[in-house]
């Protein structure tokens, strides 16, 4: 173990229930070059910078060496401006303002039903797994219907992005043999996706694949394969992130009966704290594949041009230098400004969404479970440090309260 | 309930808008919104707010920091603690942003003294840059421009009242209702007023518009729903702009006057002017650039058009004269301050100046009349009546005004300002008419997404984006730092090679008619200036 750098310890796995001091010591240095090239910035003021760094790139192609055979196809979270801004405006056109400002609103009935069915389905069952249960459906769902994929495949795709998710790791080492995994995987999801739009293109419906494959404006549309890209990129990022939101959330709040007492007394506190959620447990931990593409001289070091950067959102969110007190869990901390959701021309694409799907969902389990406790704690963690949060987690309850409409 | 969105903040990441739909609307970045929404919107509203991400929606305009939004406990200066001086009478003098800002800032610093905020309007405080957009175009109603809870702040609230004289020997503030009101600090922040077309029978003419208060926009709003056939804009600077992207937004027929060569000329140069003039024309504005308006032209007490230099003429029953403003220093004459048509003169510290040039020790300057030094800008004194600067300067001036010495605060933000028109958001960061040179270093100004960069002998002083906000950060820290100019090339959305232009600014211009001072005496303790203000027309 001592031999394993402090970068290399917090993405062993078997620190994954608590890398918060790790990430305390990381802060220390705020931009920290580890042995394999790679810059690690960790302290909240350099990650802003950075995020709104013109001179970083999301483009691994832009890397003076890479490791791995890059992806030849990059949805537009691996590609910068101007084509970024374009593919991600043909993408916004469809499920957000100017041209679709409802489409996330109005999926909030959709939403309710959802966690109404799934929490009314463990009534009597007394112990469960949040994670299988409750966290990993809704979003699923969500995701499905709005990019128009059928639920019935969820069996087929969950297996691929979950493959996907675990080759998901920072730093170079190892990175070549990830990547042609992860290529592997993602062929085999794309070939899946290009079916579909296939389908959507010949009978186009109300989703989010019908409108990337027919939409074409002044500034075209998308080519088929960007189409695949960015279904690929929705579907992942919809299903495997928000699940995380939602046990963070649970397991937070079971950890501190008198927050449960707090949110019950008054639901309307589930919105800043799911703001707080994401500053304190964060669904993402890392951003992990961004390049310098100059020298860019930070906190007293010069990350040169061409070397990969990872950016640690979950450190730089508990940065005592941004918040006071960062590891306490305060749901009416205001103002909350947090790396949740990343920052900039990257900012997470389904915020909106994933935050309505923890609102709703954390609080209608906060409302309606009777006693709820957990089995194990810490739970067992995904192997993921990217992508944080529990593989299952475990509680014990007395019943669930009947769903009141409001 | 009463909202606000700090724009100077906001990055476009349009977060309220998905879930605030019937409130908050953004185009690429460019949001408008609905001040005072129905109360079944509060839930909505306390999402939107919760989820910005940068923290730029508040419903409570009192409470809210915003120099620097870290919620981590700022370090002082000095190792002492603060003595602060939270007794006594402070008064200040103007209730819009700058000053009604300031009367929160100072209870929240924990003033606990008497407090008297003196408004020649008879509203509460309200928002003035919906005034030129979201009221004009019908989407919100005039009334619903007012300031969250500021109002609430406890303090003698006088409305109505111009101030029209400040003794400083006896530390008394003179009401145009003939009371004198005693203070042991005071505020100066009334502001400005917008400039009147010089000929008054042309400007008393039904359908003459200048747009400042809220009335104004109100009258004006009424003018545009009653579709006249043609609407003339005399200016074209940013107020004026707005205002024909209002116009075009509604499908009115617009033509716009402007003296100089294009568009935003005195605020951006010629070469981002000269694509604010493609926007325009690409929108339908009958443009007129190098030319002014001679007569306005009336029939029965109503315009109906007006006579251009160039020696054509125009018809239309609107006309709305956007010829900038005038700093409401005029009650300050005879005071001993330095205040005349540039503002009135104070430190970084928001002290005012006398017109010896001496600091004051109990009279603070804040918002659209201050004028300060900008170390940033080799000193030089700048008024900027920019939205951002009247908050961020009352703030500074409130906490100075409770505070000893060692604990005061200088003024030293680089100026922000944005302006939203036809459908784009244009922000600007820094001094861009300090500049000799300027270069678009990301985008393209043909697809009217792009960031320019201004530089002054060969550091960087200003950006200008438009539909870029989220990059402006990082040349702040570039003006901040003094960094060279041009910048390096060796970043995203770079076109090809960057080549600098001549920014084809304005000469920058110097008062001289407003006031001529005379220096008298020669023994040191002797010598004093003296402002020599001409007549007031």
Same mark, same amino acid.
């Given at each position: 173990?001592?031999?394993?750098?402090?970068?290399?310890?917090?993405?062993?796995?078997?620190?994954?229930?608590?890398?918060?001091? =790790?990430?305390?010591?990381?802060?220390?240095?705020?931009?920290?070059?580890?042995?394999?090239?790679?810059?690690?910035?960790?302290?909240?003021?350099?990650?802003?910078?950075?995020?709104?760094?013109?001179?970083?790139?999301?483009? +691994?192609? *832009?890397?003076?060496?890479?490791?791995?055979?890059?992806?030849? *196809?990059?949805?537009?979270?691996?590609?910068?401006?101007?084509?970024?801004?374009?593919?991600?405006?043909?993408?916004?056109?469809?499920?957000?303002?100017?041209?679709?400002?409802?489409?996330?609103?109005?999926?909030?009935?959709?939403?309710?039903?959802?966690?109404?069915? =799934?929490? @009314?389905?463990?009534?009597?069952?007394? +112990?469960?797994?949040?994670?299988?249960?409750?966290?990993?459906?809704?979003?699923?769902?969500?995701?499905?219907?709005?990019?128009?994929?059928?639920?019935?495949?969820?069996?087929?795709?969950?297996?691929?992005?979950?493959?996907?998710?675990?080759?998901?790791?920072?730093?170079?080492?190892?990175?070549?043999?990830?990547? +042609?995994?992860?290529?592997?995987?993602?062929?085999?999801?794309?070939?899946? =996706?290009?079916?579909?739009?296939?389908?959507?293109?010949?009978?186009?419906?109300?989703?989010?694949?019908?409108?990337?494959?027919?939409?074409?404006?002044?500034?075209?549309?998308?080519?088929?394969?960007?189409?695949?890209?960015?279904?690929?990129?929705?579907?992942?990022?919809?299903?495997?992130?928000?699940?995380?939101?939602?046990?963070?959330?649970?397991?937070?709040?079971?950890?501190?009966?008198?927050?449960?007492?707090?949110?019950?007394?008054?639901?309307?506190?589930?919105?800043?704290?799911?703001?707080?959620?994401?500053?304190?447990?964060?669904?993402?931990?890392?951003?992990?594949?961004? $390049?310098?593409?100059?020298?860019?001289?930070?906190?007293?070091?010069?990350?040169?041009?061409?070397?990969?950067?990872?950016?640690?959102?979950?450190?730089?969110?508990?940065?005592?230098?941004?918040?006071?007190?960062?590891?306490?869990?305060?749901?009416?901390?205001?103002?909350?400004?947090?790396?949740?959701?990343?920052?900039?021309?990257?900012?997470?694409?389904?915020?909106?969404?994933?935050?309505?799907?923890?609102?709703?969902?954390?609080?209608?389990?906060?409302?309606?479970?009777?006693?709820?406790?957990?089995?194990?704690?810490?739970?067992?963690?995904?192997?993921?440090?990217?992508?944080?949060?529990?593989?299952?987690?475990?509680?014990?309850?007395?019943?669930?309260?009947?769903?009141?409409?409001? | 309930?009463?909202?606000?969105?700090?724009?100077?903040?906001?990055?476009?990441?349009?977060?309220?808008?998905?879930?605030?739909?019937?409130?908050?609307?953004?185009?690429?970045?460019?949001?408008?919104?609905?001040?005072?929404?129905?109360?079944?919107?509060?839930?909505?509203?306390?999402?939107?707010?919760?989820?910005?991400?940068?923290?730029?929606?508040?419903? @409570?305009?009192?409470?809210?920091?915003?120099?620097?939004?870290?919620?981590?406990?700022?370090?002082?200066?000095?190792? !002492?603690?603060?003595?602060?001086?939270?007794?006594?009478?402070? $008064?200040?003098?103007?209730?819009?942003?700058?000053?009604?800002?300031?009367?929160?800032?100072?209870?929240?610093?924990?003033?606990?003294?008497?407090?008297?905020?003196?408004?020649?309007?008879?509203?509460?405080?309200?928002?003035?840059?919906?005034?030129?957009?979201?009221?004009?175009?019908?989407?919100?109603?005039?009334?619903? /421009?007012?300031?969250?809870?500021?109002?609430?702040?406890?303090?003698?609230?006088?409305?109505?009242?111009?101030?029209?004289?400040?003794?400083?020997?006896?530390?008394?503030?003179?009401?145009?209702?003939?009371?004198?009101?005693?203070?042991?600090?005071?505020?100066?922040? /009334?502001?400005?007023?917008?400039?009147?077309?010089?000929?008054?029978?042309?400007?008393?003419?039904?359908?003459?518009?200048?747009?400042?208060?809220?009335?104004?926009?109100?009258?004006?709003?009424? !003018?545009?729903?009653?579709?006249?056939?043609?609407?003339?804009?005399?200016?074209?600077?940013?107020?004026?702009?707005?205002?024909?992207?209002?116009?075009?937004? =509604?499908?009115?027929?617009?033509?716009?006057?402007?003296?100089?060569?294009?568009?935003?000329?005195?605020?951006?140069?010629?070469?981002?002017?000269?694509?604010?003039?493609?926007?325009?024309?690409?929108?339908?504005?009958?443009? +007129?650039?190098?030319?002014?308006?001679?007569?306005?032209?009336?029939?029965?007490?109503?315009?109906?058009?007006?006579?251009?230099?160039?020696?054509? /003429?125009?018809?239309?029953?609107?006309?709305?004269?956007?010829?900038?403003?005038?700093?409401?220093?005029?009650?300050?004459?005879?005071?001993?301050?330095?205040?005349?048509?540039?503002?009135?003169?104070?430190?970084?510290?928001?002290?005012?100046?006398?017109?010896?040039?001496? $600091?004051?020790?109990?009279?603070?300057?804040?918002?659209?009349?201050?004028?300060?030094?900008?170390?940033?800008?080799?000193?030089?004194?700048?008024?900027?009546?920019?939205?951002?600067?009247?908050?961020?300067?009352?703030?500074?001036?409130?906490?100075?005004?409770?505070?000893?010495?060692?604990?005061?605060?200088?003024?030293?933000?680089?100026?922000?300002?944005?302006?939203?028109?036809?459908?784009?958001?244009?922000?600007?960061?820094?001094?861009?008419?300090?500049?000799?040179?300027? $270069?678009?270093?990301?985008?393209?100004?043909?697809?009217?997404?792009?960031?320019?960069?201004?530089?002054?002998?060969?550091?960087?002083?200003?950006?200008?984006?438009?539909?870029?906000?989220?990059?402006?950060?990082?040349?702040?820290?570039?003006?901040?730092?003094?960094?060279?100019?041009?910048?390096?090339?060796?970043?995203?959305?770079?076109?090809?090679?960057?080549?600098?232009?001549?920014?084809?600014?304005?000469?920058?211009?110097?008062?001289?008619?407003?006031?001529?001072?005379?220096?008298?005496?020669?023994?040191?303790?002797?010598?004093?200036?003296?402002?020599?203000?001409?007549?007031?027309?």
């Amino acid at each position: 173990m001592s031999s394993q750098s402090l970068f290399e310890r917090i993405l062993d796995p078997s620190g994954r229930a608590d890398p918060y001091p =790790l990430y305390e010591r990381l802060r220390e240095t705020p931009v920290a070059r580890q042995e394999d090239g790679t810059y690690v910035v960790s302290t909240y003021r350099e990650i802003v910078a950075l995020l709104h760094d013109p001179r970083i790139s999301s483009d +691994r192609r *832009n890397l003076a060496v890479a490791a791995e055979a890059l992806d030849q *196809n990059p949805s537009f979270i691996g590609l910068d401006p101007p084509e970024h801004d374009r593919l991600r405006r043909l993408a916004v056109r469809h499920f957000g303002p100017p041209h679709s400002p409802r489409v996330v609103e109005e999926l909030r009935p959709a939403m309710l039903e959802i966690t109404t069915r =799934l929490i @009314d389905g463990i009534a009597d069952r007394g +112990r469960v797994d949040l994670v299988d249960e409750v966290a990993y459906p809704l979003p699923v769902a969500m995701i499905c219907r709005l990019l128009g994929v059928p639920e019935e495949d969820e069996p087929r795709f969950h297996a691929w992005t979950e493959k996907l998710v675990e080759t998901l790791i920072p730093g170079e080492e190892g990175r070549a043999e990830r990547e +042609r995994e992860r290529q592997d995987v993602a062929n085999e999801l794309r070939g899946y =996706l290009a079916g579909l739009a296939e389908e959507h293109g010949r009978q186009p419906g109300q989703d989010l694949l019908s409108g990337f494959v027919t939409y074409r404006g002044p500034e075209g549309g998308m080519t088929p394969q960007e189409v695949v890209s960015t279904a690929v990129l929705l579907l992942i990022a919809g299903h495997e992130t928000t699940i995380n939101l939602i046990a963070n959330g649970m397991l937070t709040f079971l950890r501190r009966p008198d927050l449960l007492e707090r949110l019950r007394a008054d639901p309307g506190l589930i919105v800043p704290a799911v703001e707080e959620l994401l500053r304190y447990e964060p669904p993402v931990h890392f951003l992990s594949s961004r $390049v310098a593409l100059d020298d860019i001289t930070i906190a007293g070091v010069t990350i040169p041009a061409g070397a990969p950067v990872v950016l640690a959102l979950a450190a730089g969110s508990r940065d005592p230098a941004h918040v006071s007190d960062p590891g306490r869990f305060d749901p009416c901390r205001l103002p909350n400004e947090h790396l949740g959701f990343g920052g900039g021309v990257h900012y997470c694409f389904g915020a909106p969404l994933a935050r309505l799907e923890g609102q709703i969902m954390l609080a209608e389990l906060v409302r309606r479970l009777r006693a709820p406790r957990l089995v194990t704690d810490p739970p067992p963690y995904r192997p993921s440090p990217v992508l944080r949060g529990p593989r299952h987690l475990l509680i014990q309850y007395d019943g669930v309260e009947p769903y009141l409409p409001t | 309930m009463r909202v606000i969105v700090d724009l100077t903040r906001c990055q476009g990441y349009g977060q309220c808008a998905y879930l605030a739909p019937d409130v908050f609307t953004v185009g690429d970045e460019a949001l408008l919104y609905d001040l005072d929404p129905a109360d079944e919107q509060r839930e909505h509203i306390l999402r939107a707010a919760a989820a910005c991400p940068v923290q730029a929606i508040h419903l @409570d305009w009192t409470q809210t920091r915003r120099v620097g939004q870290s919620s981590a406990e700022r370090p002082s200066y000095e190792e !002492a603690p603060a003595a602060k001086m939270t007794d006594g009478h402070i $008064v200040i003098v103007g209730a819009s942003l700058a000053g009604a800002r300031a009367a929160g800032v100072l209870r929240r610093e924990g003033f606990a003294g008497t407090l008297t905020v003196i408004g020649d309007e008879s509203h509460e405080p309200y928002d003035r840059p919906p005034l030129s957009k979201q009221v004009l175009t019908g989407q919100v109603p005039s009334g619903h /421009t007012m300031l969250p809870r500021l109002r609430e702040v406890e303090a003698e609230w006088i409305a109505g009242t111009p101030a029209t004289g400040l003794d400083v020997a006896s530390k008394r503030v003179h009401l145009a209702d003939g009371r004198e009101i005693g203070f042991d600090r005071v505020l100066l922040a /009334t502001g400005t007023r917008a400039r009147p077309w010089p000929n008054e029978a042309e400007a008393a003419l039904e359908g003459v518009h200048t747009l400042r208060t809220l009335e104004d926009a109100a009258r004006l709003r009424q !003018a545009l729903a009653a579709r006249p056939r043609r609407v003339l804009v005399l200016g074209a600077g940013f107020t004026g702009s707005e205002l024909a992207s209002v116009c075009r937004e =509604l499908d009115l027929p617009v033509t716009v006057v402007e003296r100089g060569p294009a568009p935003l000329v005195s605020a951006l140069g010629a070469v981002i002017g000269g694509v604010a003039a493609q926007m325009h024309r690409d929108h339908g504005v009958d443009l +007129r650039c190098d030319t002014t308006v001679t007569a306005l032209e009336g029939d029965g007490g109503r315009l109906r058009g007006a006579r251009l230099s160039d020696g054509s /003429t125009v018809e239309a029953d609107v006309a709305v004269v956007a010829l900038g403003s005038i700093r409401n220093v005029e009650w300050l004459h005879g005071s001993g301050l330095a205040a005349g048509v540039w503002g009135v003169a104070c430190d970084a510290g928001c002290r005012a100046v006398d017109t010896n040039g001496l $600091v004051t020790d109990d009279i603070f300057v804040a918002g659209d009349i201050a004028r300060f030094p900008h170390p940033l800008y080799q000193y030089q004194f700048m008024t900027l009546e920019h939205w951002g600067n009247a908050v961020a300067q009352a703030e500074i001036a409130a906490h100075n005004m409770v505070s000893d010495q060692a604990h005061r605060w200088p003024h030293l933000s680089v100026p922000v300002f944005w302006s939203t028109q036809f459908g784009v958001n244009i922000k600007s960061v820094g001094v861009p008419t300090l500049a000799d040179e300027l $270069v678009v270093a990301q985008g393209s100004t043909d697809e009217r997404r792009f960031v320019a960069v201004y530089g002054y002998r060969g550091r960087i002083t200003a950006a200008v984006t438009f539909d870029q906000g989220m990059w402006l950060e990082y040349y702040q820290g570039l003006i901040e730092r003094a960094a060279p100019f041009p910048p390096v090339t060796r970043h995203v959305d770079r076109r090809e090679a960057p080549r600098p232009v001549p920014a084809q600014v304005p000469d920058r211009m110097v008062a001289t008619a407003g006031a001529t001072v005379v220096v008298t005496g020669h023994d040191p303790a002797e010598r004093r200036a003296t402002l020599v203000h001409p007549p007031q027309r």
